[in-house]
């Protein structure tokens, strides 16, 4: 099996820049992940935000998570559980409008960490979709403008915790499942395992490393890209020892945002005949649909929202 893709943005400054595109290219095309090292955001903040997150969950859910798995009667299951996840969760909303403010629990070091944290994630996420619309041949911009709709992008965190699990064979951390969005960046444990990712029919562990970030693409740029590039099923292993902390950050389109594959690559692949061109939809109707079929394989969304379709694709 090939070694999962680490990619070190540092070299895109030097003379490897362009066998690290190529890298990266890879990645998107044949694995929907990859893995970044050197990528600006410095190691002193990404502790801060690790122990301070670590530290809340201690303190303000924890328990909550003990009392909540207690009351459905979890950890005495004797069949596997399909309809919930072993994860201790909550959600930072950071554009178009920041919600930290407003929840509850967090202390103002922790609020303002994480808006220091999630605007170096942004900077990084569009940094990211310059590289992809470089590797696409599309003008720099491209991606984020498409993402824009009319008040900017959704941004925002799922913080998450996935404690000890006593029956790792009968439930999940979190289903399998691909990203509804656009751009996904992972901040996760460096010492607790669990992502995997499926390529081909077989799991695949994303090697958890200290300080690096885990990208995968999300569906609007499967959808957008024609194809070309691949949002991929993953899923969290519960572990029976451990705690394992996960930060993913969500750079999706603003929600009015028209989401539709780039013209000039379905113009390039216009001589395949037999080259599906995806949908055009709006993508707060395309969140709508996911909700309910979230762990669901993605292809019968793509469908359903070919069904919804009334304009022509070329036009937006």
């Known amino acids: 099996m090939e070694n999962f893709p680490i990619i070190n943005l540092e070299k895109l400054n030097g003379t490897d820049r362009a066998a690290t595109m190529e890298k990266i290219n890879d990645a998107c095309e044949n694995w929907g992940f990859f893995e970044l090292v050197n990528h600006g955001i410095p190691h002193e903040v990404m502790?801060?935000?690790?122990?301070?997150?670590?530290g809340h969950y201690k303190k303000c859910m924890e328990e909550r998570f003990k009392e909540l798995i207690a009351k459905k009667g979890l950890e005495g299951v004797e069949?596997?559980?399909?309809?919930?996840?072993?994860?201790?969760?909550?959600?930072?909303?950071?554009?178009?409008v920041s919600?930290?403010?407003?929840?509850?629990?967090?202390?103002?070091?922790?609020?303002?960490?994480?808006?220091?944290?999630a605007k170096r994630l942004e900077k990084l996420a569009e940094e990211l979709l310059d590289l992809l619309c470089e590797n696409l041949g599309l003008p720099k911009g491209y991606l984020k403008n498409a993402f824009y709709g009319s008040k900017g992008p959704n941004f925002g965190t799922k913080v998450s915790n996935y404690p000890p699990c006593p029956k790792p064979d009968l439930i999940k951390g979190l289903r399998a499942h691909t990203d509804a969005g656009g751009i996904i960046l992972l901040?996760?444990?460096d010492?607790?395992?669990?992502?995997?990712?499926?390529k081909g029919d077989q799991w695949i562990d994303v090697p958890?490393?200290?300080?690096?970030?885990?990208?995968n693409l999300g569906d609007q740029l499967e959808v957008i890209t024609n194809g070309k590039y691949k949002s991929v099923m993953h899923r969290v292993i519960a572990q029976k020892d451990g705690s394992r902390m996960s930060l993913a950050s969500f750079?999706?389109?603003?929600?009015?945002?028209?989401?539709?594959?780039?013209?000039?690559l379905v113009e390039k692949e216009a001589k395949d005949q037999n080259k599906q061109v995806y949908p055009k939809f709006?993508?707060?109707?395309?969140?709508?649909?996911?909700?309910?079929?979230k762990f669901q394989a993605k292809e019968p969304r793509f469908e359903a929202m070919k069904a919804m379709e009334t304009d022509p694709i070329a036009t937006a």
């Open 47 to 54: 502790d801060t935000v690790e122990k301070l997150t670590k």
């Open 79 to 96: 069949a596997e559980v399909t309809d919930m996840d072993w994860e201790s969760t909550f959600f930072l909303r950071h554009l178009p």
């Open 99 to 117: 919600n930290i403010s407003e929840i509850p629990d967090l202390d103002d070091i922790y609020r303002e960490v994480m808006r220091d944290f």
């Open 187 to 189: 901040f996760q444990d």
């Open 191 to 198: 010492k607790v395992s669990g992502l995997q990712l499926l």
């Open 208 to 215: 958890p490393m200290r300080h690096s970030i885990v990208v």
């Open 251 to 264: 750079y999706n389109p603003g929600s009015d945002a028209v989401i539709y594959p780039a013209p000039t």
């Open 282 to 293: 709006v993508f707060d109707d395309y969140m709508k649909l996911y909700v309910g079929l």
